[in-house]
């Protein structure tokens, strides 16, 4: 194995130290270290952080893998700064048995561009109907912890307290789509002022609400662990916050699209901007960044979903739902947290590495930068400043909705355990 150098890279976002890289780990952290064999990254005012962990990507393969294949999903994650992503269960076959979440986990060992952890579905099918097999998907070559109908709502009180309460034997976490599906039948974006003007059925701010809040009272009464997905509105973050205040078992996550994005862009009616949960209002952004920088959201997560092209350009009641993201999340955390001041690059590595690990069970991410701990590393060049060019992605699909858009910081280099994956802004 290769190692590294690196010099004089702001750890966290502090003072210039050097980092070696040898046999997977952080050998040595100091300054003015003399290179001994060593390749040398030279990092002036680059930023290291610990390896990103993302516990929402849509990873498409098996099944659909002319939008996503496990090895392009995970050379977009490194790309974007990441050591380690979650695939959803969504693909087809659903990844509701051991044998399917092995097949993806090992899809992930073979990639080699970031560790690839499997969530399982909670129920078979996605269904909603029967719980999955639970206790085989956690004691899998896998060792699936997360469970997840992501896509689709556990909106069944019983089978949700249920599956709560199975998780508990082996210290999983329920991490629920929060989306009453009878309030949101038909829906096309969020339920406002822009879907009465444009005349589109509106997904109401309650058929989240209501789910998270049904769901942590559940949570608490069996004494298990939820984790809620993608919070998008004011309203989520106000029931999140209390039930914490409670001492409840509850974490969540939010979008770097749900930090940035409002309602406001379906007016172009552009499909780039169609998804699941849709774009909320200006209020609703504000509190999100917020709650992300109070810790009330743990991390972000950026529900990578990507189709390909003719499921997206065509008109908007037609597109499917969602966004690729891998790519571009650390620099839109950037202009919407760092930038702003509402957080430093220490929160970031906390928002995007320590916790979202500590969610998923990941004991090898998220850990500090320090010595005799793995080199699992990205360094951002903060100061850059360029424009989304979606055909330069790795990811096989194309539907950003950042394209022409000015972002600031770019990923320049990513080491997974002290190899790098990502040098000079290029795949290795």
């Given at each position: 194995?290769?190692?590294?150098l690196?010099k004089?890279?702001?750890v966290l976002?502090?003072?210039?130290?050097?980092?070696?890289l040898?046999?997977?780990l952080?050998?040595?952290?100091?300054?003015?270290?003399?290179?001994?064999?060593?390749?040398?990254?030279?990092?002036d005012g680059?930023?290291?952080?610990?390896?990103l962990?993302d516990?929402h990507t849509?990873?498409?393969?098996?099944?659909?893998?002319?939008a996503?294949?496990v090895l392009?999903?995970?050379?977009a994650?490194?790309?974007?700064?990441?050591?380690?992503?979650?695939?959803?269960?969504?693909?087809f076959p659903v990844?509701d048995?051991?044998?399917?979440?092995?097949q993806?986990?090992?899809?992930?060992?073979?990639s080699?561009?970031?560790?690839?952890?499997?969530?399982?579905?909670?129920?078979?099918?996605l269904?909603?109907?029967?719980?999955?097999?639970?206790g085989?998907?956690?004691?899998?070559a896998?060792?699936?912890?997360?469970f997840s109908?992501?896509?689709?709502?556990?909106?069944?009180a019983?089978?949700m307290?249920?599956?709560?309460?199975?998780?508990?034997?082996?210290g999983?976490v329920?991490a629920?789509?929060?989306?009453e599906p009878?309030?949101t039948?038909g829906?096309?974006?969020n339920?406002?002022a822009?879907?009465g003007?444009?005349?589109?059925?509106g997904?109401p701010?309650?058929?989240?609400?209501?789910?998270i809040a049904?769901?942590v009272l559940?949570?608490?009464?069996?004494?298990s662990?939820?984790?809620?997905?993608?919070?998008?509105?004011?309203?989520?973050?106000?029931?999140?916050?209390?039930?914490?205040s409670?001492?409840?078992?509850?974490?969540?996550e939010?979008?770097?699209?749900?930090?940035?994005?409002?309602d406001?862009?379906?007016?172009?009616?552009?499909?780039?901007y169609?998804?699941?949960?849709?774009?909320r209002?200006?209020t609703?952004?504000?509190a999100?960044?917020?709650?992300?920088?109070?810790?009330?959201?743990?991390?972000?997560?950026t529900?990578?979903?990507?189709?390909?092209?003719?499921?997206?350009?065509?008109e908007?009641?037609?597109?499917?739902m969602?966004m690729?993201?891998l790519e571009?999340a650390l620099s839109?955390?950037?202009q919407t947290m760092?930038?702003?001041?509402?957080?430093?690059?220490?929160?970031?590595?906390?928002r995007?590495?320590?916790?979202?690990?500590?969610?998923?069970?990941?004991a090898?991410?998220?850990?500090?930068?320090?010595?005799?701990e793995?080199?699992n590393?990205?360094?951002?060049?903060p100061?850059?400043?360029?424009?989304v060019?979606?055909d330069s992605?790795?990811?096989r699909?194309?539907?950003?909705?950042?394209r022409?858009?000015d972002?600031?910081?770019r990923v320049?280099?990513?080491f997974?355990?002290?190899?790098a994956t990502v040098?000079?802004g290029?795949?290795?």
């Amino acid at each position: 194995m290769t190692s590294y150098l690196i010099k004089n890279a702001r750890v966290l976002g502090g003072e210039p130290q050097d980092l070696r890289l040898k046999d997977g780990l952080i050998a040595e952290i100091g300054t003015g270290l003399a290179a001994d064999g060593e390749t040398v990254v030279e990092a002036d005012g680059l930023v290291a952080l610990p390896g990103l962990v993302d516990l929402h990507t849509h990873l498409r393969e098996p099944g659909r893998e002319d939008a996503e294949t496990v090895l392009t999903g995970t050379r977009a994650a490194a790309k974007g700064g990441f050591t380690a992503v979650h695939a959803m269960a969504n693909t087809f076959p659903v990844a509701d048995t051991a044998g399917v979440v092995e097949q993806v986990w090992r899809l992930g060992r073979e990639s080699g561009y970031c560790d690839v952890q499997p969530v399982g579905a909670v129920t078979v099918g996605l269904e909603g109907k029967q719980l999955a097999e639970l206790g085989t998907m956690a004691d899998s070559a896998a060792g699936v912890r997360v469970f997840s109908d992501d896509g689709k709502c556990v909106d069944d009180a019983v089978i949700m307290r249920r599956a709560l309460e199975y998780v508990k034997a082996f210290g999983g976490v329920i991490a629920q789509h929060a989306q009453e599906p009878r309030l949101t039948e038909g829906a096309q974006m969020n339920e406002g002022a822009v879907s009465g003007e444009l005349g589109l059925r509106g997904w109401p701010a309650v058929a989240e609400e209501s789910i998270i809040a049904r769901d942590v009272l559940l949570a608490a009464h069996v004494g298990s662990r939820l984790h809620v997905c993608h919070v998008s509105t004011a309203g989520s973050v106000e029931i999140i916050r209390w039930a914490k205040s409670k001492g409840w078992d509850v974490t969540a996550e939010v979008t770097p699209h749900h930090l940035l994005l409002t309602d406001e862009l379906v007016r172009s009616y552009d499909p780039v901007y169609k998804v699941n949960p849709p774009l909320r209002t200006e209020t609703d952004v504000m509190a999100l960044r917020e709650a992300l920088a109070d810790g009330t959201i743990d991390a972000v997560a950026t529900d990578h979903a990507p189709h390909p092209s003719e499921d997206k350009d065509c008109e908007w009641a037609a597109a499917a739902m969602g966004m690729v993201g891998l790519e571009t999340a650390l620099s839109v955390v950037q202009q919407t947290m760092v930038d702003t001041g509402l957080i430093g690059w220490a929160e970031v590595a906390d928002r995007m590495s320590r916790r979202p690990a500590a969610i998923g069970g990941l004991a090898g991410q998220g850990r500090p930068v320090s010595v005799d701990e793995p080199a699992n590393l990205v360094l951002v060049d903060p100061a850059y400043r360029g424009t989304v060019n979606p055909d330069s992605f790795a990811t096989r699909s194309r539907n950003t909705p950042y394209r022409g858009r000015d972002l600031p910081g770019r990923v320049v280099a990513t080491f997974l355990r002290g190899r790098a994956t990502v040098l000079d802004g290029e795949l290795v």
